[in-house]
């Protein structure tokens, strides 16, 4: 499970997003929207983890939904920020939607074997 691709760039990313969010609150003055972000940001590994701890293969595909839904709001967040000039570096927009591709991809594999 710890070595987990999906667990590693999850926990890659909500780390970053603390950093950035820490960044953003010390250089710009802005909570807010930071705020909302560090939330889902660090919401998705922790729902990722929680799925490897799933009771059957419907709680498993459940909680990654939940992680597909945070990393979706995080984009969101994200794309706010860098569109307000508040942030300029998309590399963490792009780390998110790799999360989100490696999510989706997980969702339906899991599916699939659920057949």
């Given at each position: 499970m710890a070595d987990s691709p999906l667990i590693v760039k999850s926990?890659?990313?909500?780390?970053?997003?603390?950093?950035?969010c820490n960044n953003i609150k010390q250089t710009k003055k802005e909570s807010v929207l930071t705020n909302q972000l560090i939330r889902s940001g660090t919401s998705i590994g922790a729902n990722i983890r929680e799925a490897f701890y799933a009771h059957g293969r419907a709680d498993f595909i459940a909680k990654l939904q939940i992680a597909l839904k945070e990393c979706s709001e995080s984009e969101y967040w994200l794309e706010l920020l860098i569109e307000s000039k508040y942030y300029d570096?998309?590399?963490i927009l792009e780390k998110c939607i790799e999360v989100k591709r490696m999510l989706i991809s997980s969702i339906n594999t899991a599916k699939e074997n659920n057949k």
């Open positions: 926990k890659k990313f909500a780390l970053d997003i603390i950093k950035v570096n998309k590399e």
